[in-house]
């Protein structure tokens, strides 16, 4: 009598994996990880949280003062009446009445050298940390890192007491020269470790081709470094715009003041209630959210980039 052996069991006994098998394994690898529903509670329980004060401020943007000041801005969804009160006159006060026009350009005229300034000199000094070597390298970029855990507060006075003998409190070089300092640290740390992660074959071919550091630096390294540019010019960017501590310190009220410092008085020199303030906070909210939504597909590459080896 012959033994016959299917060919389900032959695999079985021979350690192959069968069709089925490796289609399990394959969708398992394809999808290691689901998200329970614990973690899609809790995520829809913070976009919840975040979301619904927002569109409470974007519907009191729209309401007049009568409704705003008397009923939650919840009552457009129940009373729908109140649909037809909604107008745009809000934000035509806030941009004209309190000059919120000529602070949103000089938001710009602070957001953009601070900006671009502290990105250009640490693409620079990210590049020498990288590619170049010199004694007490290692030394120097671990004390530039460190200044991430000092406080920016300790220095506002002894840079408020040097401005004032130099003049320039008030003016837009005095704040440009503190956000390019707070945020020099976090700039050549971010762009040093991007630059880790490039082919040092690259770099050497470049070398070998006669290629001089600043040529290599312009021609290679950073236009590979984009991601990591484009995401600390969106944190640096933000941070810049939204600032309001130092814009009060070292600009203060008046005709140089940012969108910031013009909010915090727009319901005091107007009188005329949160719906004007709602306004404004949107009319501010503009320029950052076209600058997110243009760089955010370098923005989680530029972050990620470096923190794993391999």
Not at 224 to 240: E, G, H, R, T, Y
């Amino acid at each position: 009598m012959t033994n016959t052996i299917t060919p389900v069991a032959a695999a079985s006994s021979s350690g192959t994996p069968t069709s089925r098998a490796r289609r399990k394994a394959a969708s398992f690898d394809a999808n290691p990880a689901k998200a329970g529903w614990v973690t899609k509670v809790v995520l829809a329980m913070i976009c919840f949280l975040w979301i619904v004060p927002t569109l409470g401020t974007f519907i009191t943007s729209w309401r007049p003062l009568t409704d705003a000041e008397s009923t939650g801005w919840w009552t457009v969804f129940t009373e729908p009446a109140s649909l037809g009160r909604l107008t745009t006159s809000n934000y035509q006060d806030a941009i004209s009445g309190a000059n919120m026009g000529n602070a949103f350009i000089n938001s710009l005229a602070i957001a953009l050298p601070a900006t671009f300034i502290p990105i250009l000199i640490a693409a620079f000094a990210a590049y020498a940390f990288t590619f170049m070597e010199f004694r007490g390298r290692d030394v120097l970029f671990l004390t530039i890192v460190s200044l991430l855990v000092v406080p920016n507060y300790v220095a506002l006075v002894p840079m408020l007491k040097l401005y004032a003998q130099l003049g320039l409190n008030g003016t837009f070089p005095a704040v440009w020269l503190a956000h390019i300092g707070f945020g020099m640290s976090l700039a050549i740390y971010i762009l040093r470790n991007y630059m880790a992660t490039l082919p040092i074959t690259v770099i050497e071919s470049a070398k070998i081709d006669g290629a001089s550091h600043f040529q290599t630096f312009y021609r290679l390294v950073l236009p590979m470094s984009v991601p990591a540019l484009a995401a600390f010019a969106i944190f640096q960017f933000l941070w810049v715009w939204n600032d309001l501590l130092l814009a009060l310190v070292f600009i203060g009220p008046g005709e140089n003041e940012p969108v910031t410092v013009g909010l915090t008085h727009l319901k005091g020199q107007l009188g005329q209630g949160w719906n004007l303030t709602t306004a404004g906070g949107f009319f501010t909210m503009i320029v950052p959210i076209l600058v997110f939504l243009a760089l955010q597909r370098f923005f989680v590459r530029g972050l990620t980039a470096g923190a794993v080896k391999g």
